[in-house]
T-cell receptor, first 111, second 114 residues
């Protein structure tokens, strides 16, 4: 089945540590997105990539970094500069006029 | 810039009663409009979309939405609510020249009581 796989499902970060969240899609979608969701809140766009080897900052990019070396993969690194990283992180992909497809998220907490 | 408003943080409805979850939008040009549902600790699932054509759009799980251009609204509806419909619902908009980017509303929690 085609879809988006996010791993791990749960992740814990120690202070000063960088952590990387994985997002892989086999839908052959050109565009990929990272969103942050805080409890009871909507989605805020962190980074997006419309094509391989290119990406743009979203609304809340500070403290995060991404890469897009392959069409299928769009990993997100939460750096130590992100002082409030506890949230639910959602990855999505899309193409053309079709709806974005979402993974099942990674929940990041602070140790 | 485009925006989406979901004026109700929570909607409560009894099982078997009709439900409406409201959404209004602001976008230049003709909008593409979407509804998604999110269950606890899961990603968003696509319910339905409006691109062009009939103003009443039918989607998954018996949901439908009515596009009203004059009121810039795209309310989600279901004739008879189920307890299993309890979830978080998001409306999203995209200008028709914005590729695949979406702007999401803040979400509405639907609680269906037995």
């Amino acid at each position: 089945d085609g879809g988006i796989t996010q791993s791990p499902k749960y992740l814990f970060r120690k202070e000063g540590q960088n952590v990387t969240l994985s997002c892989e899609q086999n839908l052959n979608h050109d565009a990929m997105y990272w969103y942050r969701q805080d409890p009871g809140q909507g989605l805020r766009l962190i980074y997006y990539s419309q094509i391989v080897n290119d990406f743009q900052k979203g609304d809340i990019a500070e403290g995060y970094s991404v890469s897009r070396e392959k069409k299928e993969s769009f990993p997100l690194t939460v750096t130590s500069a992100q002082k409030n990283p506890t949230a639910f992180y959602l990855c999505a992909s899309g193409t053309g006029n079709q709806p974005q497809h979402f993974g099942d998220g990674t929940r990041l907490s602070i140790l | 810039a485009q925006s989406v408003a979901q004026p109700e943080d929570q909607v409560n409805v009894a099982e078997g009663n009709p439900l409406t979850v409201k959404c209004t939008y602001s976008v230049s040009g003709n909008p593409y409009l979407f509804w998604y549902v999110q269950y606890p600790n899961r990603g968003l699932q696509f319910l339905l979309k409006y691109i062009t054509g009939d103003n009443l759009v039918k989607g998954s799980y018996g949901f439908e939405a009515e596009f009203n251009k004059s009121q810039t609204s795209f309310h989600l509806k279901k004739p008879s609510a189920l307890v299993s419909d309890s979830a978080l619902y998001f409306c999203a908009v995209r200008p028709n020249n914005a590729g695949n980017m979406l702007t999401f509303g803040g979400g509405t929690r639907l609680m269906v009581k037995p």
